[in-house]
């Protein structure tokens, strides 16, 4: 018998691991293994067709954008707010982004059931498994932390009101608070998994995402509608239940720091962490002891039969496509959004920004009928609503590059696809007429109802559709390079993949919506600015074309 | 027929093909051997249209795979090394989904595809979600994916991988049949046995080159060795492979002396 044992703890860290159940060397090994994944990482250069040396790995494109984000935050408030508020907005933003970053990446992040298929047979406990993931993450957050906070706490080393303690003040702030924020989802989430079915507790998880990135829309709109000196007039007089959030209390410890203020609240927010950490510790062992390899049994294994054997999907794929390429694309998409509740989770938050809007217009009285009210404070929101529908398409587009599945598209490479730009189409238009189209008729409806003129909802929707239509061509031009669900789902490629480019539709969005804005004042401005954005629909679906059939032709292959 | 010239692929400084050249004319099942990193796959993934050598040719039933790819996929069938599917779906709604790729009729879909589950006992597994199927059930699928077009050339990759003794048998009398029908088989597979039963033809490949090319009789009867197993160990396997095992079997505690 020649079985190994772990050898004899001859570090601090070794002794420490073993009184918190963990394998050294093992824990060791895998935590290498998954930085050296992290580092190495393809995916992304496969998703862009990019050519190796050509790599970034995604990690450094998720560093980069933040860093960026940070930059911009700290340019623009330095000078004009308090260190109060300078602080709260950038703690915020940080814990906000790296929640919602948590959230949008679960499943590559926290708990991954291929570990198991990976690992499952080695000789490893389940806790060793998951603290090494754990501290893997950790590293990710402290990474995200960094990128996030470096400009705010060297800017605003120089505010008015600063000291030299804002410096350490501020980065324990922001540790304790990301750490607290990703402590705190992990346990929610864990929880949740652990105690209900599976895709129960998914479809829970999908829904608390989308309903985080609404409530932080919210805040996201305070900051938006901030016009001339409103921005310093809220920072001067900010909300009384600004106090409430955490990024508050935190900042306030950071305002205070240099006449000596509480360091309780860090102290505080250390055994908080602590806390949350241990338990978090737990749960994810208890989880992954009940992930199984492949994880099949907790999906329903019979699935409805066909309607009409040897075709694929019923009346509306035959009527919205037109050849059978285009209808496989289309069903293959429309499964797998039904199916794939990795990919549920990463599309359905991109809705909630239009609904955010409209809830928000509903809440403050601020939903006016842009055909009639010329108060702009009234129209703004349902026409950014309008336009806010261009980001869902490049993001959800964006994410059907993404699969555990990916090694299957062997089939989509080797099968005798004609028209790749057909074949995108199906996905445009899964993604358009099975997601958007429901969410610009409940917009239809909300806007006739409270505007009680639904010729002026149905107007006001249909260049909402037209928004869509443009942007799901957008996202032709500028996502589509090769098949869908031919990629893997890793770490940073989800989110950092499409920021810079759904920022851009984004803005091109908002900039049409100004010209809405000016347009809807007569008949005549609206029927023309109409036909504007028909022709530019069409404008981009003729590019689309041309360039997805170069974008596939140049796209290698499948490994 | 599958004519290959020069073919040259490389990735970086890695050649993984240099200079092959073979034809396999219609009809025959020709074997296609290598050791692990010979290029096989890189040599099947060219033939399939999915990857573009770094130079030479390469034409599938006439066409060329760089040039008409379209027109080599469709006349092609592959069951790839990986055989992975889209966990998600059923075999039926898999099965459609290739005959929608590849345009066919629904009702023709419909009738192959039940015949397929039918040969390979997969009726009852037709609804289920093919990632509650065993992986030797999957294969069968896969396996039925690629002949479901009724294909010129079929691309076998190791297709008996996973499978039970008698669905292999099953395949190999398949293979045999299609032969028989005049389409044009490649096989790569690392089972020698298999390939020197099944197959009239064998090209071996290592680190690249072509380096054996002949009827599987007359290449054992010229190189006199008794079975493809050991021509194949004699053209690709490193000559102090026996002492390199005997040295890694020393560090190994030898529990039979221990007990002695």
């Given amino acids: 018998m020649s079985a190994r044992t772990d050898a004899p703890d001859t570090t601090l860290t070794d002794r420490v691991l073993r009184r918190l159940g963990v394998r050294p060397r093992p824990f060791r090994a895998l935590l290498r293994a998954y930085v050296l994944m992290d580092f190495r990482s393809q995916q992304f250069g496969r998703a862009t067709a990019a050519k190796p040396k050509d790599l970034i790995t995604p990690l450094f494109w998720v560093v980069g954008q933040y860093l960026l984000l940070s930059f911009i935050t700290s340019a623009v408030l330095f000078a004009r707010v308090s260190a109060f508020f300078f602080a709260l907005v950038h703690l915020g933003v940080s814990m906000l982004v790296i929640g919602t970053s948590l959230v949008v990446e679960f499943n590559e992040v926290v708990l991954d059931a291929e570990d198991l298929n990976v690992v499952g047979h080695q000789p490893v406990p389940l806790r060793t498994y998951s603290a090494a993931r754990l501290t893997n993450l950790l590293g990710y957050v402290l990474m995200m932390t960094a990128a996030l906070n470096l400009f705010p706490a060297i800017v605003g080393l120089g505010l008015r009101d600063t000291g030299w303690a804002y410096l350490p003040a501020y980065v324990a702030a922001a540790l304790v608070g990301n750490l607290a924020v990703v402590g705190v989802l992990l346990l929610l989430y864990t929880t949740l998994m652990s105690g209900r079915p599976s895709d129960a507790a998914r479809e829970v998880l999908a829904w608390t995402q989308t309903i985080l990135i609404m409530i932080a829309f919210y805040g996201g709109q305070l900051v938006l509608r901030d016009g001339q000196d409103r921005l310093e007039m809220a920072a001067y007089n900010s909300p009384g239940w600004l106090e409430y959030l955490p990024p508050a209390w935190l900042a306030h410890f950071v305002d205070g720091a240099s006449s000596g203020a509480a360091w309780w609240i860090p102290g505080a927010g250390v055994l908080f962490n602590a806390a949350v950490w241990a338990l978090v510790m737990t749960r994810v062992s208890a989880l992954y002891g009940r992930v199984q390899p492949g994880g099949a049994a907790w999906q329903r294994a019979t699935l409805p039969r066909l309607r009409e054997p040897g075709a694929l999907g019923g009346t509306w794929a035959r009527l919205l496509t037109r050849s059978r390429q285009e209808r496989a694309a289309f069903w293959l998409c429309s499964t797998m959004l039904g199916r794939d509740q990795d990919l549920r989770m990463r599309s359905w938050p991109s809705l909630g920004m239009a609904l955010a809007l409209v809830l928000l217009g509903l809440f403050m009285g601020q939903l006016g009928d842009p055909f009639v009210s010329r108060n702009m404070a009234n129209v703004v929101l349902p026409i950014a609503a309008l336009y806010l529908l261009a980001y869902p398409l490049p993001a959800i587009i964006h994410n059907l590059n993404f699969s555990r599945d990916h090694a299957a598209s062997w089939l989509l490479w080797s099968a005798p696809v004609a028209d790749c730009f057909a074949f995108t189409e199906g996905l445009r238009k899964a993604v358009t007429y099975k997601i958007l189209l429901p969410l610009v008729v409940a917009l239809f409806v909300v806007f006739a109802l409270v505007w009680r003129d639904p010729l002026h909802a149905l107007l006001h929707m249909a260049a909402g559709w037209l928004v869509v239509v443009g942007a799901g061509h957008a996202a032709q031009i500028g996502i589509m390079r090769r098949f869908p669900f031919s990629a893997p789902a890793s770490r940073g490629a989800i989110t950092g993949g499409v920021a810079l480019f759904g920022g851009a539709v984004s803005a091109t969005a908002m900039s049409l919506a100004a010209v809405h804005y000016f347009a809807v004042r007569s008949p005549a401005g609206f029927a023309a600015y109409f036909a504007a954005l028909a022709a530019l629909v069409l404008a981009l679906r003729i590019a689309a074309r041309h360039v997805v059939q170069q974008k596939f032709a140049a796209a290698e292959s499948y490994e | ?260």
């Fill in chain 2, 1 to 260: 027929m599958i004519n290959v010239e020069r073919l040259t692929k490389t990735y970086g400084e890695t050649e993984a093909l240099r200079d092959v050249s073979f034809i396999v004319p219609a009809g025959q099942v020709c074997g296609y051997l290598g050791p692990n990193g010979a290029g096989k796959s890189t040599t099947v993934k060219i033939l399939t249209g999915t990857l573009r050598p770094t130079s030479g040719a390469a034409s599938v039933a006439g066409f060329d795979v760089v040039d008409q790819p379209l027109e080599v996929k469709r006349r092609i069938g592959y069951v790839p090394e990986t055989g992975t599917v889209y966990s998600s779906l059923s075999a039926n709604e898999y099965l459609a989904l290739v005959g929608a790729l590849h345009e066919m009729e629904p009702a023709e879909v419909a009738e192959r595809t039940a015949r397929m589950l039918e040969l390979f006992q997969l009726k009852d597994a037709a609804d289920r979600r093919l990632d509650t199927l065993s992986k030797g059930m999957r294969q069968k699928v896969v396996i039925s994916a690629a002949l479901l077009h009724d294909p010129e050339i079929v691309l076998f990759d190791e297709p008996l991988s996973g499978l039970d003794a008698n669905a292999a048998w099953m395949i190999k009398d398949i293979v045999r049949g299609l032969a028989d029908r005049g389409k044009t088989v490649l096989y790569c597979s690392h089972i020698l046995d298999v390939v020197e039963r099944l197959c009239e033809r064998v090209i071996i490949l290592d680190r690249g080159r072509v380096v054996a090319d002949g009827m599987t009789t007359e290449l054992l009867s010229s190189s006199k060795r008794a079975t493809l197993e050991t021509l194949f160990r004699s053209l690709t396997a490193s000559e102090d492979q026996q002492e390199l095992v005997g040295a890694f079997l020393g560090s190994f505690t030898n529990e039979q002396a221990a007990k002695k």
